[in-house]
């Protein structure tokens, strides 16, 4: 952690610029590295993965107001909003270290997979991780041409749960599938083309798939079931992060 570091001062310095710079995929793919902003996400970071935090910037009223920052490197305000990637800074950005483990590396002993095939929007990807980490699901897997799960807006959505359950990307959704088998996980795909769910299997991984156009008929098939939320209003469907936070409650009571 940044213990004793020069602070920088000016919103111009390199070490502001290589910070700001994880924005971008291609610099955390290259460094290794990602940031969590505001005071929730560092939190967790601290209570849960100290050990990943790399360096960790706040401003001294923050500090004052959080004692769990005190080996944070004081930095002005203006140079922390330079480093940070909301409009809104809340006092504080850690930079952690990505985990290397794929699929090859998890296991999924409460049999609780969430597996997400092309999903694009950051908002649903952070919430779909928080409510995976609020019904103790083992592991979230990004397929396909998902969203970055590292990205600032899907980690300030999350909320800290990138720090509690393991998150993973960039495998293709057959190999999450196949992984899935492995673990003797029963693959239920949420469409609407399928039948009414009134309950989950006791060891399952949920195939969710876009926002716009769900899953593809070739995820589909890679299912061994496929089911829908039954719905007695008339809303013709559900945001993908509220169906999915559904689902979640019915794989989390499945015995």
Known sequence: MSRNVEPPTSVRSARVSAVRSLSRKSERVASGLFIAEGMQSVREALTFQAGSIKELYATAE???????LESATIVNEDVLAAMCDTKSPQGVIAVCALPMAGLSGHAA???RVAILSNVRDPGNAGTIIRSADAFNFDLVIFADDSVDPWAPKVVRSAAGSHFHLPVVSGPSAADAVKWAHQQDLKVVAADLSGSEATSAAPRSAWLF???AWG?????LA?????V?????G???SLNLATAAGIIFFLASQAR
């Open 234 to 236: 008339k809303a013709e």
């Open 209 to 211: 798939g876009n926002e």
């Open 62 to 68: 923050i500090v004052r107001e959080f004692p769990v």
């Open 215 to 219: 899953l593809t008929p070739e995820s």
């Open 222 to 226: 890679l299912a061994d079931s496929v």
């Open 109 to 111: 002993p409460h049999g």
């Open 228 to 232: 829908r939320i039954p719905m007695s």
